[in-house]
């Protein structure tokens, strides 16, 4: 039997405790795959490093992990004492990924109670020490590994990435819907993929759409934190393990990444995420 509401939001809250070491934990989501999640939340790890502020980044993508590849790294942590380990560390900031603890291309075929296990130690068994901002790059959809996130960490908010037609913003609402569900404030959405910029005539294609994110946002009075366009130079350094952000930091790209991360700083910062409206239940 599901939960309702109000027992689900109990579930949500009743473990959770902050990380030692790390001031504020923010999820990265998106309702589908396909969206550029992953790509979002490694370019805005980086936005926040180069806002000054001391930054991670864990990979709760245990089916998928994609910050190996996005930030170039290979090798295994090192371990600190039987039950702690180093996270790996590239442009400043610091990664843990399921993805440094098996092969490549090995196939994870394992069921929601060994996922939930697996995000809890990296979540607390990583000496993040000392840490601003906390990213979490959770895997698409509305399962096992957010409600873990909601159940093991308060988080400061969540972020959703969406592209801008339909099909991806129907997925995008229940993202939202399932983080309203567990009180934890909305940052803002992300239209990523916005419109493409032809690099031979300058003519603009939205290959994709484009505003539906922004209506999502301004439909349900959530912040709307920007556009990202679909350009090659993004898949590019992406692919090569050099973030545009970290590569062409004065970029028009890194400065749009680094705009976001600056506005989900300061809505962290002053309380000004969206929160959802109080749920009355008559007994």
């Known amino acids: 039997m599901s939960a309702s509401p109000p027992d689900l939001k ?45 930054t991670g ?21 090192r371990q600190l004492g039987p039950r702690m380990l180093e996270p790996m560390e590239r442009f400043g900031v610091k990664v843990m990924s399921i993805g440094f603890l098996v092969e490549e291309d090995s196939a994870m075929i394992w069921r929601g109670a060994m996922v939930i296990s697996a995000i809890t130690q990296m979540l607390r068994e990583v000496a993040w020490n000392d840490l601003d901002i906390l990213v979490v790059d959770l895997p698409p959809g509305t399962g096992d590994a957010q409600l873990t996130m909601a159940q093991q960490v308060p988080l400061a908010g969540a972020v959703i990435v969406s592209t801008p037609q339909d099909i991806a913003l129907i997925d995008a609402r229940r993202g939202i819907a399932m983080f309203e569900k567990v009180s934890i404030p909305i940052l803002g959405l992300i239209e990523n993929m916005s419109s493409f910029c032809c690099p031979a005539c300058n003519r603009v294609t939205p ?15 959530i912040p709307f934190l920007g556009e990202i366009p679909l350009d090659i130079q993004i898949r590019e350094t992406s692919d090569d393990g050099r973030p545009i952000v970290a590569v062409e930091p004065d970029g028009i790209h890194a400065r749009r990444y680094i705009g976001i991360a600056r506005d989900i700083w300061t809505a962290i910062e002053t309380g000004a995420a969206h929160r959802p409206p109080p749920r009355i239940v008559i007994e």
Do not use: M, Q, W
């Open 10 to 54: 109990a579930r949500a809250t009743s473990k959770a405790a902050g990380l030692p070491g790390v001031k504020h934990v923010i999820a990265v989501a998106s309702g589908k795959g396909g969206v550029g999640k992953s790509t979002t939340s490694c370019n805005l790890a980086l936005g926040f490093a180069t806002l000054g502020l001391k």
């Open 57 to 77: 980044i864990l990979d709760a993508d245990i089916y998928g992990p994609s910050l190996p590849k996005l930030f170039g790294l290979r090798g295994k942590p």
């Open 207 to 221: 290959i994709f759409g484009h505003g539906g994110a922004r209506l999502e946002a301004e439909s349900r009075g």
